[in-house]
């Protein structure tokens, strides 16, 4: 469920993403997350909207020491380190060193279901890229992508599954 805080953090970065977006449509993602933080820090928010804000930042922490301690091959070869960390799924994590014979099971599992995950998206993101290419070789008068989904895919706007883009 989206919170009004969440709906606010995310106008935050929507205005500050926009404000930084080049006439060519470009933007860096750390100057993104500078303009971000410059805004959260200068900005009289309410106190939900900063504990959503701190909720956000320590998932992200979080995270971030997950996949800091995700196993990976070694120079000795093996995936082995008893401080790295074997993702469970369901939010269970468990210290490598402590991982029994059915956690390293469940992991092998949830890695090739990921791995399927991943393949399909894959696969979909390069269809999709093939036929826009083609399609851009088709119509050599076509510049954007933008215009291209229109034109030649028939994309219109469903105000319904569009995000706000307010320019300001």
Known sequence: ????????????????????????????????????????????????????????????????????????????????????????GTGIWVWMDRATDSDLLEWSRLSRRNRARVDLADAEVQDYVDQRIDAFRAHADVVYLGDLERVVFGWAEDHADQTDLRRS
């Open 1 to 88: 469920m989206t919170t009004t805080a969440d709906v606010r953090l995310r106008h935050i970065v929507e205005q500050s993403a926009v404000a930084l977006t080049d006439a060519d449509g470009r933007f860096h993602k750390r100057h993104l997350t500078d303009a971000v933080r410059e805004q959260l820090a200068r900005e009289d928010l309410d106190p939900h909207v900063k504990a959503a804000a701190l909720d956000k930042l320590a998932q992200s922490l979080v995270t971030g020491f997950g996949e800091h301690r995700n196993p990976r091959r070694r120079r000795s070869g093996t995936l082995f380190h008893p401080q790295d960390i074997v993702k469970l």
